[in-house]
């Protein structure tokens, strides 16, 4: 979607995450990038002059000059930060999870609402080729297995694992499902951190289907892989390589009663996903349109996350 004027955007936060966002913003042609703020005044001036923009370290200071914004700071601090912006009718692109609690989520989802600005949250992996591969192909899952693993690092330890990497598999599941879910079962343990740094949670969901879902962020590699089991398919998605195989009985036999495989491969090509999703949160300010992630799908994969924390 082409935007005839440039957005006025900014991002609140520039550590790791956030100055990708920064980046982005920089060069997309619908964007111009008029601050960068972090609380840390050397790392907000640092971004700001790679990108040619100004540097803040007190958000409320550039309330009043922008469109839009992306918000990566702590997620202590996601509830106070994005309602200040969204009660001035600015839209916002928060990182995940959308806040700490329920009725912060609730009460966010609301201002948004009577402001008309945009919420949309950031579960990255929504913009993944291999999610958007499953069009025509998806019909009725009956059972999901996914694993997020990746080596430990400090950034992101100010929650646990499951509202720090298992959310994005929760809120794909529940994209994908589109069921209440019915029980919930879980473990993990503390290892590095004071919080849970590996996890698996079993989501049995109304409509049969059950999902088996492990994340670690203490592993030797990353890998971010899901398979998923229903009547005439079996699909494996690779989201670190952009990958999707799927499986489904082919012509012929391969032994007297058991069907050949025919099997469909497609390598989707890396792109940049952070882009894409930057992209389509200004196409939805720009044109008043519902994003492709909403506050209320960031709500229902905290509520989920949630309860599989109460499970642990």
Known sequence: MSI?????????????????????????????????????????????VRLGT??????????GMVDAVSIS?????????????????????LEKPITTTLEEA???????????????????????PVIMALEGTLMEPRFIESI??????????????VLDLMIHDIDIIQHLIKSPIKRIDSIGAPVFTEEEDIANARIQFENGCVANV??????????????????DAYITLDFQ?????????????????????????????QGDVLKTEIESFLAAVAGGTEPVVTG????RALETALRINKKL
């Open 73 to 93: 700071v702590p997620t202590q601090c996601h509830f106070d930060v994005a309602r200040d912006f969204l009660l001035q009718g600015i839209s916002i692109l």
């Open 4 to 48: 005839n004027k440039k957005l006025r955007t900014a991002v609140v936060g520039v550590g790791y995450l956030g100055g990708f966002h920064a980046e982005k913003y920089a060069v997309l042609p619908d964007s111009e990038l008029v601050a960068v703020v972090d609380v840390d005044r050397e790392r907000a001036e640092s971004v700001a």
């Open 241 to 269: 390589n952009k990958k999707v195989a799927i499986f489904r009985k082919g012509d012929g036999e391969m032994f007297p009663g058991i069907p050949n495989v025919a099997i469909d491969q497609r390598e989707l090509g």
């Open 54 to 63: 100004k540097a803040y370290t007190d958000y409320k200071d550039i309330l």
């Open 296 to 299: 209320e799908d960031g709500r």
């Open 106 to 128: 609730d009460e966010l989802i609301r201002i948004a609402h009577e402001t008309g600005a945009v919420l949309q949250v950031g579960h990255l992996e929504r913009f993944n």
């Open 148 to 161: 997020r693993i990746a080596p430990f690092k400090p950034r992101g330890t100010d929650v646990n694992v």
């Open 214 to 231: 492990t994340a670690s962020r203490i592993s030797l590699k990353s890998e971010r892989r899901m398979r998923i089991f229903q009547s």
